[in-house]
């Protein structure tokens, strides 16, 4: 019988005073998921890049192109999902862009121990006033689950496979159209799964599993809000953008079509 792309689930069949434990290939899963976490992102952080930012910066481009050895380590965790790393390249690279504000967002909490007074400075001096506070409230709210990083790459998974999410009502370009979104839900299944079961493991009862995935869900919601309102003053300095790194300037849409079609080739394909 072939499988359905949504798994029925038994787990809500759990009385609330049994402890849920993980699967040994749940398990697996968690212990590869690590590990290539810590293969690309935090044996970067070690090698290159030992903060972000590395200094306060007054500039958006030098801002965003301090985070370009992250962000290429972080694509190349993401291609250690097979799920993730089998879906055509048009579609890795729109999810990429997708989400690359969130994603970054969540990727710096994992890896930072605390927020940085270059991070906190340089976000003051770069966004008016309302994104700024806003911006500094989501980052602290995301830095309120690292005390489960594991948590944290698991989100960073299921965001980078959400296939609705398109931050550009108004613009017609490459980001608004997937190539294969049944895949890529059925890939987000299967962590958001995984998600829940880690979430079962860790809490005492099943009902407080409930209220903390109620929580977070809230939460990455605000977080998603501000990440919007951010790329979207983003987007509206070209200048900044023309400035940037070509693989941080293609996280933004580009007008020119010949020119879209050589930086995918040029600065994403390698990646994706």
Same mark, same amino acid.
């Given at each position: ?9 038994? @787990? ?25 976490? =810590?293969?690309?992102?935090?044996? %970067? ?5 030992? &903060? $972000?930012?590395?200094?306060? !910066?007054?500039?958006?481009? %030098? ?20 799920? /993730? ?13 997708? !989400?690359?504000?969130?994603? @970054? ?15 906190? =400075? &340089? ?17 602290? @709210? ?22 609705? +999410? ?5 613009? %017609? ?38 209220? /903390?995935? *109620? ?6 919601? $605000? ?8 790329? &979207?003053?983003? *987007? ?14 293609? #996280? ?5 079509? =010949?020119? +879209?079609?050589?930086?995918? %080739?040029?600065? #994403?394909?390698?990646?994706?």
């Amino acid at each position: 019988m072939k499988n359905s792309v949504i798994r029925p689930s038994t @787990l809500l069949l759990l009385s609330q005073s049994q402890p849920y434990s993980l699967a040994s290939s749940d398990q697996t899963l968690l212990t590869n998921i690590c590990s290539a976490y =810590e293969r690309t992102c935090i044996a %970067t952080k070690a090698e290159q890049c030992p &903060s $972000f930012p590395r200094s306060k !910066h007054s500039s958006l481009h %030098t801002f965003l192109n301090d985070y370009t050895v992250r962000q290429k380590a972080l694509v190349k965790y993401f291609k250690l999902v097979p799920e /993730f790393d089998h879906l055509s390249m048009s579609d890795k690279i729109r999810l990429i862009r997708n !989400h690359f504000c969130l994603t @970054l967002t969540i990727n710096e909490a994992t890896l930072s121990s605390d927020i940085s007074s270059n991070l906190t =400075e &340089s976000v003051t001096i770069l966004f008016n006033g309302s994104i700024s506070s806003n911006l500094m409230e989501c980052i602290k @709210l995301v830095h309120s689950y690292t005390n489960d990083r594991m948590l944290l790459k698991l989100l960073l998974i299921v965001k980078s496979l959400s296939s609705g +999410i398109n931050r550009y009502t108004n613009e %017609t370009d490459m980001d608004r159209i997937y190539d294969d979104t049944l895949a890529i839900f059925s890939a987000q299944n299967i962590y958001v799964e995984l998600l829940w079961k880690y979430l079962l493991s860790r809490c005492p009862s099943e009902l407080q599993a409930v209220k /903390f995935y *109620n929580k977070l869900i809230r939460d990455l919601l $605000f977080v998603q809000r501000v990440c919007f309102m951010t790329e &979207s003053y983003i *987007n509206s300095l070209t200048h900044e953008i023309q400035k940037m790194e070509p693989l941080i300037q293609s #996280m933004w849409p580009i007008s020119n079509t =010949e020119y +879209i079609a050589n930086m995918d %080739t040029n600065d #994403m394909k390698q990646l994706a």
